[in-house]
Nanobody
Framework: VQLQASGGGLVQAGGSLRLSCASS????????MGWYRQAPGKQREFVVR???????IYGGFVQGRFTISRDTAKNTVSLQMNSLKPEDTAVYYC?????????WGQGTLVTVSS
């Protein structure tokens, strides 16, 4: 499975970005997909996870600002990020878990200026 993330960029505080993650595999077969992020000098942090069944789980810092969605026909997961803050600046990584194996995309940089 290969994951290709895209959509990062530079945005002002309060702005929005939409990240996408295209999977080479059938996302319906995955246990779950989601996003992590890693800010400079910090550990990788959980952002969101979406599953075939069960609730979508967001990291505590999200506070209603981000929304994850899936397009099973395109094998794509997207992350709509609104009301961005400078502290959201990080490399965002797409993640999938399937059959006991974790898969990671290459990361896409999000920079939020104040």
């Amino acid at each position: 499975v290969q994951l290709q993330a895209s959509g990062g960029g530079l945005v002002q505080a309060g702005g929005s970005l939409r990240l996408s993650c295209a999977s080479s595999g059938n996302i319906v077969s995955f246990n779950y997909m989601g996003w992590y992020r890693q800010a400079p000098g910090k550990q990788r942090e959980f952002v969101v996870r979406i599953t075939n069944i069960g609730p979508t789980i967001y990291g505590g810092f999200v506070q209603g600002r981000f929304t994850i969605s899936r397009d099973t026909a395109k094998n794509t997961v997207s992350l709509q990020m609104n009301s961005l803050k400078p502290e959201d600046t990080a490399v965002y990584y797409c993640h999938a878990f399937s059959g006991g194996t974790s898969y990671w995309g290459q990361g896409t940089l999000v920079t939020v200026s104040s």
